[in-house]
């Protein structure tokens, strides 16, 4: 039981470029989210999913898309890469809107 | 704007001592106040949580203290050990809505 894993665990882009955060879940939980960490700002929620089939904007969707793949799969897109874009990615999940489990997260560096 | 104010930013505290840490929140619609803590390179993870209809929480040496007038609320760390030196968040959660999470305070207990 691995609970939430994010791949990959670190990254590397120029600004420009596109990526795709990759994250799962194997405790069969219905909702899923996607956070940034940036120092002095705690965690900013960018999408969430509260259930397979569907997405909502955060508070700083901007830069972003999400997928839904699947219940256990929700990705995230950054599709023009810019420097403010630089953080620690944070994928988590719950089966309600309260206990969150997070994953290990993922380090972007946008140069 | 920031729904959750959390201080101090950091706390270094003796081993064996008391570490408290403060927030306050705006919204009067919170209903979930849940604390996370998280090591460098980690996730958050659940520490202890409290609902607003109790004043006080305790789980081994994690207290929450819940002051529902002056919507402020403390983790309070007692006998603190060398082991608990991590990133502390606060959060607060309405139904049906996100959670909002603290600034962070990085915790430091020496030996």
């Known amino acids: 039981n691995a609970g939430v894993t994010q791949t990959p665990k670190f990254q590397v882009l120029k600004t420009g470029q596109s990526m795709t955060l990759q994250c799962a879940q194997d405790?069969?939980?219905?909702?899923m989210y996607w956070y940034r960490q940036d120092p002095g700002m705690g965690l900013r929620l960018i999408y969430y999913?509260?259930?397979?089939?569907?997405?909502d904007k955060g508070e700083v969707p901007n830069g972003y898309n999400v997928s839904r793949l699947n219940k256990r799969e929700f990705s995230l897109r950054l599709e023009s890469a810019a420097p403010s874009q630089t953080s620690v990615y944070f994928c988590?999940?719950?089966?309600?809107?309260?206990?969150?489990?997070f994953g290990p997260g993922t380090r972007l560096l946008v140069l | 704007q920031q729904q959750v104010k959390q201080s101090p930013q950091s706390l270094i505290v003796q081993k064996g001592g008391i570490s408290i840490i403060n927030c306050a929140y705006e919204?009067?619609?919170?209903?979930?106040f849940p604390w996370y803590q998280q090591f460098p390179g980690k996730g958050p993870a659940l520490l202890i949580a409290?609902?607003?209809?109790?004043s006080e929480k305790k789980e081994g040496r994690f207290t929450i203290s819940f002051n529902k007038s002056a919507k402020q609320f403390s983790l309070h760390i007692m006998d603190s050990q060398p082991g608990d030196s991590a990133t502390y968040f606060c959060?607060?959660?309405?139904?049906?809505?996100?959670?909002?999470f603290g600034s962070g305070t990085q915790l430091t207990v020496l030996p």
């Open positions: 999913s509260a259930s397979e089939g569907t997405t």
């Open positions: 988590a999940s719950s089966e309600a809107l309260r206990t969150q489990y």
């Open positions: 959060a607060a959660l309405t139904e049906g809505r996100q959670l909002t």
């Open positions: 409290i609902r607003p209809d109790v």
């Open positions: 405790m069969n939980h219905n909702s």
């Open positions: 919204n009067t619609a919170f209903d979930y």
